[in-house]
């Protein structure tokens, strides 16, 4: 049997996250400490991949990335990177899809630490950098590591927007989810069984690690 | 390390306005709930910032809205003691001390072990916050503070989450590490038994403004306004004509009350006349006992009431008066034990002398 897309999903799954945590974890924090004008528009955005279809989004991004737009011309003249039809293009797919699970919890963990044990430390003499490092992070990992699980089980089970801008080409772009799906498609049963099993007992995993770690609190 | 403020800044209809200069001594900021205390420690802190105004430590401008310094809150080296201490929960005393030493210095080590034993929490470094009482949350507060060795120390209610018991030891305490630490130091109350214990100095603040800053003989028993009388629990200030002046003493009318003389310094005098307010604390009235001759000294200002309630508080007994025909109530606070040696209780109608030493005149 052809083990390549669980492999191809692990990868792809694995980068976007570390994109998502990255990213995610600036724009939590900025959400969560800062006040600026058009903080709730930019809430709403982050919140988008939630609820427009994942087609729409793979629609968005194709016109953000094709060959036709600006910035995936540039990408491509710049840096010869190509993201449409690409494992890349499942990377940033994922990463889009999966950013408001990280951002939403990981906001909220950051807001559950009181501005004033951060004041304490500032008054200390500490900087912004040691606050976060020393107070802010010790106090809201559990958040961060949960909404970091929850990301990463979401990339894994991206489909949609992964269709749109990857495709579904064997051996290249062709992730778990979209194997299922053609497995399904071709009648074959024995390898849509054990794709699904597979998933099914990973989501299970995962929802149980972050289960764990949302539950003790300081 | 002298600190002064001069800060402004409105919420709304709220609006704060005070400014203060204090050296190295303990400064208690004393006023009812709501009237900006903490507000005004959080715009000296840098928490928040104040619309307009400056705060000076030392020689340092930490703050200028006119040049538009405003260094951040790192940058001051001032300590704070939050309400409820802010200890960080997932440190151990020992490590939420250390935390405030600078890692520069060498020696924190001992820094921390000397901060302990001074705040008495020798045995508990390696507990968390959440194992601490309230006094030993609030002594390890204080011992974080301290280990950043601060210009100038806030202490915000710190006293206010803590059983009554506790409070009196905590007290002793911080006079304690206050001289062994003699930092600028401003303290904020509402609790008036407290501002008295440890303020040398006294500012009364109320709706944003202060009311009254000076020695705490003098706002407690010279309160420059009606407000101030009030909130240093002066209870019985009346209002009455000034009816004679001189021989360093006025003489004023009351209807209730009738003629009152009191001492007053020549050149403070106000106009024959004039309306003026007048207050006594409770403490200070004398209960003439029925059967004793009045001597010279006490044969001014004597009142005769009958006692409408009594309400205890511990040690002492509040008797109020109804005197004259309107109703004037005199309060009147004596010892238990002169309450029960008179027997007197609700009904009874008795003789008060207020000396004319004890009444502070109000010019205002």
Known sequence: MDLYPLYLTIKVSFTATVFTVAFGFILAWVMAKREFFGKAVLDIVIMQPLVIPPTVLGYYLLGAFGRSSFLGRFLEDAFGLQIVFTWKGAVIASFISSLPLFVKPARAALEGVGSELEDAARLLGKTELQVIKDITLPLAWRGIVAGAVMAFARATGEFGATLMVAGNIPALTQTLPIAIYDAVQAGDAQTANVLVGVITLFSFIVLYIAGRFTKGRF | MDLGFDIRKSYGEFRIDVSLSLNEDLLVLFGPSG???TLILKMISGIVRPDEGSVIIGTEKVFDSKTGVEKPIRERRIGYLFQDYALFPHMTVFENIAYGVNAKQGGADAKVKELISLTRLTGLEARYPRELSGGQKQRCALARTLASEPRVL????????????????LRADLLRIHDAYPITTILVTHDLEEAFMLGRRIAVINNGRIEQAGLREDVFYRPATRDVARFIGTRNIFTGTVAGLGDGQVIITNPDLGVIKAFMPEGRGPAI????????RPEEILVIRPDKVLDSRVQDNIIEGEIVSATGKGSTQSLFLKVGKGDTLLKVELPNFVVRKLTLAIGRVIRVSLKRENIWVINR
């Open chain 2, 35 to 37: 009237a900006g205390k």
């Open chain 2, 154 to 169: 806030l202490l915000d209610e710190p006293f206010s989450a803590l059983d009554y018991q506790v409070r009196e030891k």
């Open chain 2, 273 to 280: 006349g004039s309306e003026v307010s007048f207050c006594i």
